[in-house]
């Protein structure tokens, strides 16, 4: 059994492409999207602040992460983010929280408004796992904080998983949308629990 799953890691890897840079040619660089739909009226006059989040030093990085076996982190030579990863995720979030309407304004730091909650996230897991059925995987712990009592109102973990296409090498296109919809259904669950945290 130890031995058939040598042999499919190894398969994996070698006709895994994006783990491998071609001379000369430039990493494509990606975004994260945010959720569109625009509120008719907010729910709360309350003003938000989206902290930059907090991660893992494997994650601070511009670099698209990959797992291609367990406790193994790697990253994908042909491909990265338009940013270091925290700002992008701030930017999705920021965005499609104004979006959404559920405060009078949502911004990030020093955009200078007068916050009366903040949002601080920590992103634990933002991945691609290459396995015999691979996926993109995400968490993030966040925590509503009171910015004049400091205390904290609530907290919680999200999670998403978004199945990859059953085939060995995913595309760098490929990667980008599952982590991109892993990132969105996150974000849609963090709304749903702002709402009731209000």
């Not at 291609?68 to 999705?92: C, G, H, K, T």
């Not at 996926?135 to 904290?152: C, G, H, M, P, S």
């Not at 973990?157 to 892993?182: C, G, H, M, N, Q």
Request: net charge neutral; proline share 5%.
């Amino acid at each position: 059994m130890i031995r058939q799953s040598l042999i499919l890691i190894s398969t994996i890897l070698a006709g895994c492409g994006p783990l491998i840079p071609i001379p000369g040619e430039s990493p494509k660089r990606f975004n994260l999207s945010h959720i569109q739909n625009t509120a008719s009226h907010r729910l709360s006059d309350l003003q938000l602040i989206v902290d930059v989040p907090s991660t893992s030093v494997y994650l601070d990085t511009q670099r698209v992460a990959v797992v291609p076996a367990p406790q193994q982190i790697d990253y994908f030579a042909n491909m990265e983010w338009a940013e270091r990863l925290q700002l992008v995720v701030q930017e999705s979030v920021t965005y499609s929280l104004q979006n959404l309407g559920l405060f009078r304004a949502v911004t990030r730091q020093n955009d200078g408004i007068i916050p009366d909650r903040q949002l601080k996230i920590d992103i634990r897991k933002f991945h691609v796992v290459l396995a015999e059925s691979s996926f993109a995987e995400a968490e993030y712990y966040v925590q509503l904080i009171n910015v004049v009592t400091r205390d904290e109102i609530a907290r919680k973990t999200l999670t998403s998983r978004v199945d990859l296409s059953p085939k060995i090498t995913p595309t760098a296109e490929e990667i980008a949308t599952a982590l991109d919809t892993a990132n969105k259904k996150i974000i849609d669950d963090m709304a749903k629990w702002l709402k009731n945290s209000l």
